[in-house]
């Protein structure tokens, strides 16, 4: 990772926070990019097809009669990054007039580049537990899931791995979504997958986010990929909600 490609991504975040505490809707949807999505464990999950679109929907007013008075960082950090896509893990807390703690939300942002301009074009949220939740149960569980689906891909179980995942079901990849709606519809890709490595980056008690290092085999060449793959209990089904991948990078024999 270059010290520039984890400024970009930084920054892409900062600008995020920054625009929401301008209350200004058509400031915010300037720090995205678009298709933009937002998977969640609860209620409907939308597709922004524009900043238009985006900005629709945007109401500071909700918000604002809950107490909120500005949001802040508790932390924020690059997991991984390439030309056309940053992965960030970062949490907020939004906070009222008094200097009180409202909401706390962790979220993967997936920073993409789209005509030559970098924006959140989704956010993996993994919603809050709190400092005194266990939350150990859903993070193996999760972290077992991924496993499970790939072994089951790999064994050409097509039905059985369209179980693991939540629908609508969604890979995020610069200035495109792929979004499958339900079981019935998925395709397996003619490719076979190796875990080098999963761990946990952020767990709710609803949802969490995992990242990844795995090799794909397709057409007799291996390439390395490195992504984020965010998990939630919807409706009591504990699935794979959305993925997103970095460039893959050959590997020489």
């Known amino acids: 990772m270059t010290e520039d490609l984890e ?3 930084l920054a892409a975040v900062d600008h995020f926070i920054a ?9 915010w949807a300037g720090s995205l990019n678009f298709p933009h999505i937002r998977p969640s464990p609860f209620g409907p999950i ?3 097809e524009t900043a238009a679109d985006y900005i629709a929907r945007v109401d500071f007013q909700a918000t604002i ?3 909120w008075d500005h949001s802040e960082w508790d932390y924020k950090h690059v997991l991984q990054a390439s ?3 940053i992965h960030v893990a970062g949490q907020w807390s939004r906070y009222n007039a008094a200097g009180e703690i409202i909401l ?11 005509a030559g301009t970098w924006g959140i074009q989704s956010r993996f949220g993994a919603d809050y537990a709190g400092d005194e939740a266990d939350t150990t149960e859903l993070m193996t569980r999760g972290l ?6 790939v072994n089951q891909h790999n064994a050409g179980s097509a039905a059985a791995a369209a179980e693991m995942l939540n629908y609508p079901h969604i890979v995020v990849d610069a200035g495109n979504l792929d979004i499958t709606t339900s079981a019935a519809d998925y395709q397996a890709g003619a490719y076979q997958l190796k875990l080098d490595s999963l761990q946990a980056v952020q767990t709710g008690l609803h949802s969490m986010n995992a990242a990844v290092d795995l090799q794909v085999l397709a057409g007799g060449e291996t ?5 984020v793959i965010n998990i939630t209990n919807r409706d009591g089904h504990l699935g794979i909600q959305a993925w997103s991948l970095l460039n893959p990078e050959p590997i020489e024999a």
């Open 223 to 227: 390439t390395a990929m490195q992504g």
């Open 46 to 48: 939308e597709v922004a």
């Open 104 to 114: 706390t939300t962790p979220i993967v942002y997936i920073v993409t580049r789209v």
């Open 7 to 9: 400024q970009i991504g």
């Open 19 to 27: 625009t929401w505490n301008s209350r200004d809707p058509e400031s």
């Open 65 to 67: 009669d809950s107490g």
């Open 144 to 149: 077992n899931l991924i496993q499970d689906y």
């Open 83 to 85: 030309a056309e896509k």
